[in-house]
């Protein structure tokens, strides 16, 4: 086993154009082997596992060439996150890392980051906002981006969720707005 955490996945960094945040690294096969890579995602090697996020950046313009990819937590868990119990508070201590790291990368907080999951929305929004679900989000009920105001990482928060019925094909207002960033 690979005691090492994927690391982030950046074609070019000197033109990000939007940060992508994942969860964690944590997959399982169908055996229940624990999936390790050397990027997050899996990029650089396969990219079945992040193929909807993609195909979502395609929709606003975007591309691999444009993002920076990292999971919030960078080390793999004993369960996946929807599994896991513990995530929450995980999350909580990695955070300060990413931040800093986010930072390093973009010291004036402009550049925006997508949240592939519910769970970065719920974690992410500051602790007296209302949480929406996602089809409020994607409804436009909100105003998208969060605003780097009302996050825990101040920079624009974008819902860019990876289940499929968040295929941004289904969502051209949420596309239009989203454009607005680029």
Request: hydrophobic share 40%; net charge negative; with cysteine.
């Amino acid at each position: 086993m690979n005691p090492f955490p994927p690391k982030p996945f950046c074609v070019n960094p000197a033109k990000i154009k939007a940060f992508v945040l994942g969860c964690d690294p944590t997959a399982f096969d169908k055996n229940q082997n624990r999936l390790e890579f050397e990027y997050v995602f899996d990029l650089g090697k396969d990219q079945r596992y992040f193929a909807g996020v993609l195909k979502n950046l395609e929709w606003i313009g975007l591309s691999i060439n444009d993002i920076y990819v990292q999971n919030l937590i960078a080390d793999y868990q004993e369960n996946e996150t929807g599994k896991n119990n513990e995530w929450k508070q995980m999350a909580n201590e990695y955070l300060p890392l990413r931040i800093e790291e986010l930072n390093k990368i973009d010291p004036i907080r402009k550049i925006p980051v997508f949240l592939t999951a519910y769970n970065l929305y719920e974690l992410l929004v500051n602790e007296d906002l209302k949480r929406f679900n996602a089809q409020h989000i994607y409804n436009l009920e909100i105003a998208v981006p969060v605003k780097p105001e009302n996050n825990v990482l101040g920079r624009p928060l974008v819902p860019l969720f990876r289940h499929r019925s968040y295929d941004l094909m289904n969502w051209e207002n949420y596309v239009s707005q989203i454009k607005q960033l680029f």
